[in-house]
């Protein structure tokens, strides 16, 4: 099956200090979603983005089908900005079911 | 409105006990799934439901019973559950599934004595 991996898997950073999260995938995939879990277990969805750039206040997400990977953009972040990212992917052929990749651990410090 | 919702949100259980989740959502959606996520892990699919119908179950043990008793509401029936079942089960649902956009409600943590 498809192979979704995330990068890096753990990052830390100042509170205002900007950020990129990565998302390989190893064949091509029909839709791709990000999402933040939160420390309570919640899962956020921040953006069903399958090609294109999408933004949504300070994230932004860009994914580039064709070169099979995805981008998360975090700016100014803050405290509450700190859980796990995970980003997940429809593969193609057929297969309805979202593949998510291991998830990037996020620590934001004051 | 973009909700689904779950409960309990905490629930600790015997090995000889019978209990269950509930998850509803209020969206129209037609699909509705059931996820386990161990600690430190990304979440794993367990059931899917089309329509009210069983359309996935990955291998899943028997001790785990999902019920669709109509479009809104999904059940997950739980006897006989072994310590390392304990994790987060998280519901979702997406419009018609296949290639929609899934989302989650808030999960049960389930703690196995």
């Known amino acids: 099956g498809i192979q979704v991996e995330q990068s890096p898997p753990d990052l830390i950073l100042q509170e205002g200090a900007n950020s990129t999260l990565r998302c390989n995938f190893s064949?091509?995939?029909?839709?791709l979603q990000w999402f933040h879990q939160n420390p309570w277990g919640q899962l956020i969805n921040l953006f069903y983005?399958?090609?294109g750039t999408k933004q949504n206040g300070r994230l932004s997400a860009t994914t580039v089908a064709t070169e099979r990977y995805s981008l998360l953009y975090i700016s100014s972040s803050q405290t509450t900005d700190s859980g796990v990212y995970f980003c997940?992917?429809?593969?193609?052929?057929?297969?309805?079911?979202?593949?998510f990749g291991k998830g990037t651990k996020l620590s934001v410090i004051p | 409105d973009t909700e689904v919702t779950q409960t309990p949100k905490h629930l600790v259980m015997g090995m000889t006990n019978k209990k269950s989740l509930k998850c509803e959502q209020h969206?129209?959606?037609?699909?509705m799934y059931w996820y386990k996520q161990k600690a430190k892990k990304p979440p794993e699919l367990m059931f899917v439901?089309?329509?009210?119908?069983?359309?996935i179950n990955e291998s899943v043990p028997s001790r785990f019973s999902p019920e669709c008793p109509n479009s809104s509401l999904l059940n997950l029936h739980l006897h006989a559950l072994q310590p390392e079942d304990s994790a987060l089960y998280l519901c979702?649902?997406?419009?018609?599934?296949?290639?929609?956009?899934?989302?989650f409600g808030p999960g049960t943590r389930l703690t196995v004595t």
């Open positions: 439901y089309s329509y009210e119908k069983l359309s």
């Open positions: 064949d091509s995939v029909n839709n």
């Open positions: 983005i399958p090609s």
């Open positions: 979702a649902s997406s419009h018609s599934g296949g290639l929609d956009e899934q989302y």
């Open positions: 997940a992917a429809f593969p193609g052929a057929g297969s309805y079911q979202l593949t």
């Open positions: 969206m129209g959606h037609r699909a």
